[in-house]
């Protein structure tokens, strides 16, 4: 999932948990992709198992917020995002015809145009997670305060905007995610099928109480 499908997850996923602060809520749901500004990091680096989760949980309890929307990243993240969204092609011509990273592209497009931005602002607060795992500091920080401003006006333009102000232009995952991107574009009567027939909103309900019923008990 890209950076506004996780926020917008979140959003659907607020109620529910009821983080008492909901900046480090925010905060701890895209706090996981920070790993794209540390050169070498790897996935598991970042997104840990629940029970890791857990632990830091019980280890520091101020850290609850974050911890919570850390956790649903990691889990959003678990989803087999492919099967659960050709799910919802009305066409089958298209079930068989899309990647992983094309569902990728396309969920986070379409929140972008369809879903209307949570009025929510993400804490800047570096933590011990963030030192355990590997992010440095500074990155940490920069990293939220250009969600912050991407959050003001999301589009797809501001979000390869913003990967490049933050230094991806040349990491391989973003140059692929854009590639995506450009093709889906070009191909304007795949898009615009696609745009007609494929509900948003009912995915993002679908994922939301799929993490939703994978949350311990323990974090609430």
């Not at 092609?89 to 879903?115: A, G, H, M, Y």
Request: charged share 25%; hydrophobic share 40%; glycine share 4%.
């Amino acid at each position: 999932m890209g950076p506004y499908s996780h926020i917008i997850l979140a959003s659907e996923l607020e109620k529910y948990i009821k983080p008492d602060n909901t900046r480090e809520f925010y905060w701890g749901t895209i706090a996981p992709d920070t790993r794209y500004l540390m050169k070498g990091m790897s996935r598991d680096q970042t997104h840990i198992s629940p029970d890791e989760i857990l632990d830091y949980l019980h280890r520091h309890p101020q850290l609850k917020s974050f911890l919570q929307g850390y956790l649903v990243h990691c889990l959003a993240d678990q989803l087999e995002m492919p099967e659960l969204m050709q799910r919802k092609f009305p066409l089958s011509w298209q079930k068989d015809k899309l990647s992983s990273w094309q569902c990728t592209v396309i969920l986070e497009l379409f929140n972008v145009l369809r879903t209307r931005p949570p009025e929510k602002i993400i804490s800047e607060k570096f933590n011990v997670v963030l030192e355990d795992i590997g992010i440095s500091e500074e990155q940490a920080i920069k990293f939220a305060k250009e969600m912050n401003q991407y959050l003001t006006s999301p589009s797809v333009i501001s979000l390869f905007s913003m990967y490049q102000r933050i230094g991806l232009a040349n990491n391989g995952r973003i140059e692929k995610y854009h590639i995506t991107f450009q093709r889906f574009q070009k191909n304007w009567l795949r898009k615009n099928m696609i745009l007609l027939g494929l509900h948003v909103r009912k995915i993002n309900n679908e994922i939301a109480s799929l993490v939703k019923s994978n949350l311990p008990k323990e974090v609430f």
